[in-house]
């Protein structure tokens, strides 16, 4: 049985005079009656007040992103075991923005993966195909390809230890989303690339779809049979729509 999962991504939003609402009305929100996991991932500057506001509470934090190197004369980079350190559970990976906007390749994303299960962080490994992609008809090759990039370096069981979002870019913080049926199609095509190497891993692997989910669509794409919950955006920037989500996905 897969316990659905509920992630915000705050991207590079909020002020600590913002922040400690927010985070109080979402740990509320999910105490009062959310079945599904929840978690956000505040900006690296914002992760020690999440720890603060959240610590002991149902809501789990993480990060955006995170140096696939473990220490060392790196400027500017955040290291998986600090990451560790500041109670962090989960750490996105391989965000198209920063895929499209910093460069990182599948080879890259690849290393971070291991980077962040070497510090016992679960990576969200987020894959998913841009507009030219999909008008092409090439969404499954793209995905695959992305996917295997992991896999080929991680190996299927340590999939056991990772989710996977998949996250149409053409459908990120557009307001266009998939529709259900569109997002059930890759998805189940992921469960079963990933069934094809380990049955086991594919059944219990959670699979979150991102892109525009809202208060108002959330019930439809977290219903279908192999989306397991969802990345949030920019509807988690808001307690009352994001707890929408949550108690959707639950
Ligand atoms: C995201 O950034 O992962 C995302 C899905 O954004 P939005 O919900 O705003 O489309």
């Known amino acids: 049985m897969r316990k659905p999962l509920v992630v915000g991504n705050w991207k590079m939003n909020g002020l600590r005079a913002t922040n400690r609402p927010l985070l109080d009305s979402v740990r509320e929100g999910v105490e009062a009656g959310v079945a599904a996991e929840v978690a956000v991932c505040p900006p690296f500057v914002y992760l020690a007040d999440a720890a603060s506001a959240l610590q002991g509470s149902a809501v789990s934090w993480g990060a955006q992103n995170l140096s696939q190197h473990e220490a060392g004369?790196?400027?500017?980079e955040v290291a998986p075991s600090m990451l560790r350190d500041l109670g962090c559970r989960f750490v996105i990976v391989g965000h198209s923005e920063r895929r499209t906007l910093y460069g990182e390749t599948d080879s890259l994303v690849a290393e971070k993966v291991i980077a962040a299960q070497g510090a016992e962080l679960t990576p969200i490994l987020c894959v998913g195909e841009s507009l030219e992609e999909r008008e092409q008809d090439v969404t499954e090759q793209v995905v695959k390809r992305q996917l295997d990039a992991v896999l080929e370096r991680i190996?299927?069981?340590?999939?056991?230890?990772?989710?996977?979002?998949?996250?149409?870019i053409w459908a990120i913080g557009t307001g266009r989303t998939a529709t259900p049926e569109q997002a059930q199609e890759v998805h189940g095509l992921i469960r079963s690339?990933?069934?094809?190497?380990?049955?086991?891993?594919?059944?219990?692997?959670?699979?979150?779809?991102?892109?525009?989910?809202?208060?108002n669509n959330a019930t439809q794409l977290l219903s279908m049979p192999d989306i397991d919950g969802g990345l949030i955006g920019g509807a988690s920037l808001n307690a009352e729509e994001f707890l929408t989500i949550c108690q959707a996905a639950g």
């Open 193 to 215: 690339h990933v069934a094809a190497q380990s049955s086991s891993v594919a059944e219990e692997l959670l699979i979150l779809y991102g892109g525009s989910v809202k208060g």
């Open 155 to 168: 190996g299927v069981s340590a999939l056991s230890k990772a989710v996977i979002a998949y996250e149409p």
């Open 73 to 76: 004369a790196y400027t500017g």
